[in-house]
């Protein structure tokens, strides 16, 4: 038999619930306006999210610290917050600490204010996102099905958040050794660090149309989808997706032929999912400028030109590309499509490329 949790489970935990929310920095009346819109899971998670307590106005802390406070304030703005108000008491130890040691680096000479400035900005960029994506999963609109979920959630929080930062420091320190063990083997390749990749464009057909008719949640599906489907087929062949731009995603290889599996795995895994519509993708390769994690250059605006006139499910190469692989021993087909005049490019001969021999 199947005990249903009610109110009185929930009044049971109310006492442990508000100790919590005190330990955690909320006052007594944060704590009743909460329990008075049902939003005690959320105030919980407000605090458990930077648990230190408010001391510093803006001022206060860059003198504490010793830092100018217009640098200090650049930093604050690079994270993407606006400035503190007047007397406002918002910084706690925690911001000390972190400004302390931006503050060291800079007096070091290992890294300049500028530099500074620029790593928190790429760093606060893909934080924003994260945190997103996590009260979106976790907090689930802070709408709990139950007062005792609701209670158990507020006295657990700090937990789940724990267990969130210890895998965002294990993803990050696994990407960085990725990325500097791909710069070692470029180095060792070429003689210095390489700048040649291949890069390629999938872009979801018929998305504009498909989000008018669906509810938020099924778009959501849609979009996770979408998203899943490119991340495990770029990983399965060696790359990595730069960025994804809303039904389009921008995946870079360093290997061109690498490149174009990715490519036509994508249109074939698009094309028989029963969720989704077909992608048209396109691929260039070449020189490229890798800056702060996205890429830069003629090549990646070649192959987003290219996708653009992709047709459904088909994958579209440049000149480069086919020149790169040659005829491969019958791997691929190449399909030379007539000469395009692409926006700020030019007159440009494309081709189209299908998997040859079914054994290779």
């Known amino acids: 038999m199947t005990i249903e949790p009610d109110d009185t489970d929930a009044e049971i935990l109310a006492p442990d619930v508000d100790r919590e929310l005190k330990r955690l920095g909320a006052s007594d009346d944060e704590i009743r306006l909460a329990r008075e819109h049902n939003l005690v899971a959320l105030l919980a998670a407000v605090h458990a999210a930077m648990p230190a307590e408010p001391k510093y106005v803006s001022g206060e802390l860059s003198e504490r610290v010793g830092v100018d406070d217009a640098i200090a304030k650049r930093l604050w703005r690079a994270m993407g917050f606006a400035d503190a108000g007047e007397g406002e008491r918002i910084f706690t130890d925690a911001d000390a600490e972190v400004l302390a040691v931006a503050h060291a680096s800079i007096a070091a000479g290992i890294t300049t204010v500028d530099e500074s400035v620029q790593m928190t ?72 660090q390489g700048s040649t990749y291949a890069v390629g464009f999938a872009d979801l057909v018929g998305f504009t149309a498909l989000s008018q008719e ?57 094309a028989d999912d029963e969720v989704l519509s077909d992608v048209r993708v396109g691929i260039a390769c070449g020189d490229v400028l890798a800056h ?69």
């Open 214 to 270: 669906l509810s938020p949640a099924e778009l959501a599906g849609v979009v996770t989808r979408f998203e899943d489907l490119a991340f495990d087929h770029v990983a399965r062949h060696g790359g990595r997706v730069a960025k994804v731009i809303g039904d389009e995603v921008m995946f870079v290889v360093r290997d061109t032929a690498a490149a174009v599996e990715t490519g036509l795995d994508l249109a074939e895994a698009y």
């Open 121 to 192: 900005r790429v760093i606060a960029s893909s934080m924003a996102r994260i945190a997103e994506a996590m009260v979106s999963s976790t907090m689930a609109d802070a709408d709990m099905p139950t007062p005792e979920a609701e209670a158990m959630f507020a006295l657990t929080v700090e937990s789940i958040f724990d267990t969130y930062s210890k895998l965002i420091d294990y993803v990050w320190r696994r990407h960085l050794q990725a990325v500097l063990r791909r710069q070692l083997l470029a180095t060792l390749e070429q003689g210095e």
């Open 292 to 360: 702060e994690g996205d890429y830069y250059g003629p090549v990646v605006n070649l192959a987003s030109r290219i996708v653009n006139i992709a047709v459904p499910g088909s994958v579209v190469v440049s000149p480069s590309v086919r020149e790169t692989l040659g005829d491969d021993d019958g791997r691929y087909v190449f399909h030379g499509l007539r000469p395009r005049q692409l926006k700020d490019i030019g007159r440009v001969r494309l081709w189209r490329v299908r998997r040859g021999h079914p054994s290779r």
